[in-house]
């Protein structure tokens, strides 16, 4: 079997440049490139991950680690759309992806454990707060880290920006000339979820506005039936003096708002406004559709890619250690103008 070797030795160069030239490296010349291609070619050669690991020192694999706590792993809208994006633009640097469990075949291992028995080269972080205890042996060792989720001292973390995105929306809200603003969290332990707590409370603050405890419920986590839970709170705890509008902080929490606050004989926006936060592909087949946030998700897998594999490969980085990616509005019909 031709190896990278036997191109290497034929083309007149190291095995390392053989491997960049077939990952498309920007530092391997263009001659360079051509004829290592067409030697390969001539040789019969098919890349082999094996024979590129051993000329790279690498194993080309970067692991994904995914929060399921509060069932928001693969399937989660949020995370697909990133990881999807993640995938692609890895890939673009020759690197394949591996998800890492706390199990290796019919074995209990830690994530570390994992990570090492199958020698990735990097790791990217889903995973919410819950998790901080079973991953903080990834993050005392020496693998490269990049988080989309949680928060941690000295890592890279690419992220939307919870703040301008909470504040777009509440003041649109403001703008239809609404002030009594409702709050429905998504769960607090998350930055998500504690960043657009934090953002809903500021914006009171700033423009004088009263906060009003029973305006405000937190779901525990992020399915449909804690939404439905945080929803019915909702109307238990403002039926003798419901707000104008609520600011949902996730988008499949705000659909089973309006369904349920729509089965309770609440119009939408007749009698209540609601706008959320992520745009997920649900938002638009609403009824009504959903004003709400866009997150650009395929910008945080890019970066969070970009990222990653210049930690990889010791390239400089000039970047924060929090990467914060800017939202926009996206206006529909769940909300309306109401009256001074």
């Known amino acids: 079997m031709v190896t990278i070797y036997d191109v290497a030795k034929e083309a007149g160069c190291s095995p390392a440049t053989v491997s960049k030239a077939f990952n498309n490296y920007k530092s391997?010349?263009?001659?360079?490139?051509?004829?290592?291609?067409?030697?390969?070619?001539?040789?019969?050669?098919?890349?082999?991950?094996?024979?590129?690991?051993?000329?790279?020192?690498?194993?080309?694999?970067?692991?994904?680690?995914?929060?399921?706590?509060?069932?928001?792993?693969i399937t989660h809208p949020h995370f697909s759309e990133i990881l999807q994006s993640f995938n692609l633009r890895v890939s673009e640097y020759g690197y394949d992806i591996v998800f890492i469990s706390k199990r290796f075949g019919d074995k209990a291992s830690s994530y570390l454990e994992h990570c090492l028995y199958r020698g990735v080269d990097g790791v990217l972080l889903a995973v919410g707060a819950k998790f901080r205890e079973e991953i903080q042996c990834l993050l005392d060792s020496d693998l490269k880290c990049v988080s989309v989720e949680g928060l941690y001292p000295n890592?890279?973390?690419?992220?939307?920006?919870?703040?301008?995105?909470?504040?777009q929306a509440l003041e649109y809200l403001y703008f239809l000339g609404h002030r009594k603003i409702g709050h429905i969290a998504c769960p607090l332990d998350s930055v998500a979820g504690r960043e657009r707590f934090e953002a809903y409370k500021k914006f009171l603050e700033m423009k004088g506005l009263e906060y009003n405890p029973k305006y405000v419920v937190e779901a525990q986590d992020y399915t449909h039936e804690a939404g439905k839970v945080a929803a019915l709170e909702f109307l238990q705890k403002t039926i003798d003096d419901l707000p104008t509008a609520v600011f949902v902080a996730y988008d499949d929490i705000a659909y089973v708002t309006m369904t349920t606050f729509q089965e309770k004989g609440v119009r939408i926006p007749e009698d209540i406004s609601i706008?959320?936060?992520?745009?997920?592909?649900?938002?638009?087949?609403?009824?009504?559709?959903?004003?709400?946030?866009?997150?650009?998700?395929?910008?945080?897998?890019q970066k969070a890619a970009d990222v990653l594999v210049s930690l990889i490969e010791d390239n400089p980085l000039d970047e924060p250690y929090e990467i914060r990616i800017p939202t926009r509005l996206i206006m529909r019909n769940s909300c309306m103008r109401i009256s001074d």
């Open 28 to 73: 391997v010349s263009e001659k360079t490139y051509k004829k290592i291609m067409e030697v390969a070619d001539r040789l019969g050669y098919t890349p082999n991950n094996s024979a590129r690991a051993l000329a790279t020192k690498k194993t080309w694999l970067i692991g994904v680690v995914l929060s399921q706590e509060l069932h928001a792993g």
């Open 155 to 167: 890592v890279y973390t690419v992220i939307s920006d919870n703040r301008m995105g909470s504040l």
């Open 275 to 301: 706008i959320g936060f992520d745009n997920i592909k649900l938002s638009s087949f609403m009824t009504p559709p959903l004003t709400t946030i866009e997150q650009n998700r395929m910008l945080i897998g």
